[in-house]
């Protein structure tokens, strides 16, 4: 009975490879690449409960009743305060933009700038500057922040912008304003806190918090407001009361 067994499998991993579909030992046949893997979670993004430093490409919506409860209890542990004056903010306070040169933070000195890190992390069909492995000149992105998928090329780069999740100018009001420059350097580089999406709806967001900008796409408002949170948790930021409310109510 075994031998035939493994008779059976091996005839039906041959037909696989002869027909080019199929999976054997979590392989995709047709292509060789793990099946799912970093292109399926491209396609349809990483819940952020399950990417706690980042480094997973995109968003994926928080749909079960548990993820949801577990999203609620991480909000829950937000410290809150008044959004404090703008006052000396300027970007440069946050060092060089995009800068490799940055301790702390997964991706740091590897080579490559952090908007090359982000773009490869989260595009799919990534083509590259000749003899670089850094610089991306097209992919397809999936935006999880409106539902659009963009083909997007380095000749339009502003159709791609990185969104800080957590917003430079937000977080200076809530108190980056006293932090080393080392620390500022982190939190504008580090992957968490970096969202490559469609450029228009990011320049709409501006600096705001959740209480006054969420993506328009609905159903990844909860997991939004979660990397939201997870940077300011990470970083010791608070959030605003009507920031923290309009959180918690994503998730419910």
Known sequence: MGR????IASAALALAVLTGCGTADGLDIADGRPAGGKAAEAATGTSPLANPDGTRPGLAAITSA??????RALIERL??????????????KFGY?????????????NGCDTRNDVLKRDGQRL????GSDCVVISMTLFDPYTGKTIEWTKQNAAEVQIDHVVPLSYSWQMGASRWSDEKRRQLA??????MPVDGATNSRKGDSGPASWLPPRREIRC???VRFAQ?????DLPVTTADKETMLQQCS
Not at 4 to 7: C, F, G
Not at 127 to 130: A, H, I, T
């Open 231 to 235: 940077v300011a948790l990470k970083y």
């Open 189 to 194: 580089n580090d992957p968490l806190n970096l």
């Open 4 to 7: 035939r067994r493994s008779l």
């Open 66 to 71: 548990d993820e949801r409860a577990e999203a």
């Open 223 to 225: 997991a939004y407001v």
């Open 79 to 92: 410290r809150t305060k008044g959004r404090g004056p703008k006052t000396g903010y300027e970007r440069e």
């Open 127 to 130: 083509q590259f500057r000749s």
């Open 97 to 109: 933009a995009w800068a490799d040169s940055v301790d702390g933070i997964p991706f740091g000195r």
